[in-house]
């Protein structure tokens, strides 16, 4: 469904060119969980841009569910993002001043037909990661992990093919990290694809491929032998903390 | 609709931060209430003008003897208006209708019976009540056989009548003007006030011929009224008279006149005159508070943009086309002129009516301004919502985002 090939990206300030990309290469099939992986300044952030449709490379090619991403004018792009894609955040991006339920019809503000249940819709993915009781408050009300599970309820509202989560742990605490992992875990199982960039070893762990860039390209390309079980973890967590 | 959704989002903007909403609306509020103000004093004045163009005829020209600018009543006491004066512009002046003389004295003491009062005393001819489009309420007008007979008859005003006589009909008693008794003919109906500011029915009229030898015995008029046929030539004939007059009395300007000329058209223009500068004044205010007011929401939005730069990310990410954000900015930017619109007018409003309670300004209040602010204030919040509209919809999202 995501098919990039020798895809490049270079920003140009001034008259310096930075070239970011250097002809990355892979494809992603329908319902698979991947990580992709890499230090700072390797590209992962500009990759996942491009995937998300919030950006363009200036070369290669990009195919997203038979679309070939380039050739689309900005409007189009828009619309893909709106239909295709469901974002999670580092920072969560949460509207402060709307109450979880709005923040989560937000994305069907921009859709082409605004759906009739859209409320009855939002409740029901805010249930199913678990803030049935916290619809109406506002993200200032709520704590890291919460706020993510908004954002991730936010993502799933549009139906979207992919969900796209940019260091989607990074700003929580280890529990709550889990609590968003195991998430993920179960909306892959339910056949959801899930692209996840992460620089932590730990947390790509999770997923059941990781994609290693390196300096703009594809350093490798892994099946995870045996990915690590959210649930086992929060299990393990919590006797620890028993034990304490 | 995708639309009324977007501009619902722009909207529920405005309440986020009450205080800064308050400042974006603040220029329209007082450009659309002086608006307000300027157009209920503009027609109340215009009916004053009306009004007093109306007291004064709107065909008329007054010639009175004495000189200075501007319109005042006759001065006593200058002698030089003749009848003879009259006579030349009958002759020498095409377009008149009617030329009606009179003499006035002002002061003069009036018993009936125990009753006394002051008033106006004039002497004028039989055609006063055309020329002045003046009519009776009962009884009969001073006649031709009066002026030839110097009859001892006249007709009162109403303030005069029930100053005298109270509410009953004075019509066939006498009254004693000085030491001259007279029979009163009839009562002439009420006028108000003069644009002068005059009492215009505190007055007795005697016929012209008895007031000039046997009540005053003066050989001189105070006033000439003058009725044109067409109400274009009034400014044309009140320069031939002066021409006339100028002549007649040996002057050369810049020798001072010794005589007035008002026309209906100076009338009108005196009383636009004080609340003429007063409105550029107001529409300076409300042009320039509009100005100000938009420059105003056009930087707190520009401001808005940059503090929102990454919901604008967000919402853009989330599928929002840039002509969707583009919307979003510029209801909010509408949605406040028109709220701003909505306060002004109310604020408009209550200052027009305070207006026209303390300060005596003729005030009316109608639809137009109105219908005037809706328009001007979708004008500013178009005009200075476009440019913070076109930078938020501009704003790449992934720069947004960071």
Redesign the interface.
């Given at each position: 469904m995501i098919e990039v090939k020798d895809l490049e990206k270079t920003f140009a300030k001034g008259s310096i060119a930075t070239q970011v990309l250097k002809g990355a290469s892979f494809s992603i099939d329908e319902g698979e969980y991947v990580a992709i992986m890499g230090t700072s300044g390797t590209g992962k952030s500009t990759l996942m841009?491009i995937i998300?449709c919030?950006?363009r490379p200036t070369g290669g090619h990009y195919t997203l569910n038979g679309t070939e991403v380039e050739s689309l004018d900005?409007?189009a792009l828009?619309?893909l993002?709106?239909?295709e894609i469901g974002?999670v955040?580092q920072q969560f991006?949460l509207?402060a001043?709307a109450s979880a339920l709005k923040n989560v019809m937000?994305?069907l503000?921009?859709?082409?037909e605004?759906p009739e249940d859209a409320e009855e819709r939002a409740k029901q993915v805010l249930s199913s990661v678990g803030l049935s009781d916290r619809m109406d408050h506002r993200p200032n009300e709520l704590s890291g992990g919460q706020q993510q599970r908004v954002a991730i309820a936010?993502a799933l509202v549009?139906n979207p093919s992919i969900i796209l989560a940019d260091e989607p742990t990074g700003n929580l605490d280890r529990k709550s990290g889990l609590d968003v992992l195991s998430i993920f875990r179960r909306l892959n199982g339910e056949g959801r694809t899930i692209i996840m960039v992460t620089h932590d070893e730990m947390t790509a762990e999770h997923a059941d491929r990781i994609i290693q860039l390196k300096d703009g390209r594809v350093a490798s390309d892994r099946k995870v032998q045996d990915p690590k079980d959210p649930q086992k973890e929060l299990e393990a967590l919590k006797t620890g903390e028993d034990d304490r | 609709m995708r639309a009324s959704r977007i501009v619902k989002e722009g909207i529920q903007s405005l309440g986020a931060n009450k205080l800064r909403t308050f400042f974006m609306m603040a220029g329209t509020i007082v450009g659309i209430a002086a608006l307000t103000v300027i157009m209920a004093m503009g027609k109340g004045t215009e009916q004053n003008v009306m009004k007093k163009v109306n007291s004064f005829g709107i065909k008329a020209i007054m010639v009175t003897a004495g000189g200075g600018k501007g319109f005042s009543p006759p001065q006593e006491g200058i002698t030089t208006l003749k009848l003879e004066d009259l006579e030349a512009i009958r002759s020498q002046v095409q377009g008149i209708e009617l030329l009606s003389p009179g003499v006035m004295k002002r002061g003069s003491s009036i018993k009936a019976g125990n009753a006394q009062a002051q008033a106006t005393a004039f002497a004028v001819e039989s055609d006063f009540y055309d020329a002045w489009e003046w009519q009776l309420t009962s009884g009969e007008p001073i006649n031709a056989e009066d002026m030839s007979t110097m009859a001892r008859t006249c007709n009162l005003g109403t303030t005069l009548s029930r100053t005298l006589f109270g509410s009953t009909d004075p019509v066939g008693e006498y009254i004693q003007i000085g030491a001259t008794r007279f029979l009163v003919k009839g009562v002439l109906e009420s006028r108000g006030t003069s644009p002068s500011g005059g009492d215009m029915d505190n007055r007795v009229l005697v016929p012209l011929t008895t007031g000039m030898r046997r009540l005053l015995n003066v050989d001189y008029i105070s006033f000439i009224r003058v009725k044109v046929k067409d109400i274009k030539d009034l400014v044309p004939i009140g320069d031939e008279i002066r021409k006339i007059l100028h002549e007649r009395h040996h002057i050369t300007p810049p020798q001072e006149d010794d005589f007035a000329i008002v026309t209906a058209t100076d009338i009108a223009e005196a009383a636009r005159g004080i609340s003429g500068t007063l409105s550029i004044l107001l529409i300076a205010l409300a042009g320039l508070s509009l100005i100000v007011g938009g420059i105003v929401l056009m930087n707190i939005l520009l401001i808005s943009v940059n503090e929102r730069v990454k919901e604008i990310g967000l919402r853009r990410a989330l599928g929002a086309t840039q002509s969707d954000i583009f919307m979003q900015f510029l209801a909010e930017s509408l949605a406040i002129t028109l709220l701003g619109m909505l306060f002004g007018c109310l604020v408009g409003w209550g200052a027009s009516l305070l207006v026209g309670m303390y300060a005596k300004a003729p005030v009316i209040i109608s639809w137009e301004p109105f219908a005037l602010a809706v328009v001007f204030s979708l004008t500013v919040g178009l005009f200075f919502g476009i440019q913070p509209a076109r930078r938020a919809a501009r704003l790449k999202p992934v720069e947004a985002l960071q």
């Open positions: 841009n998300g919030l950006d900005d409007d828009s619309h993002r709106n239909h974002f955040f991006h509207l001043r937000l994305p503000i921009y859709a082409d605004y936010r549009t | -």
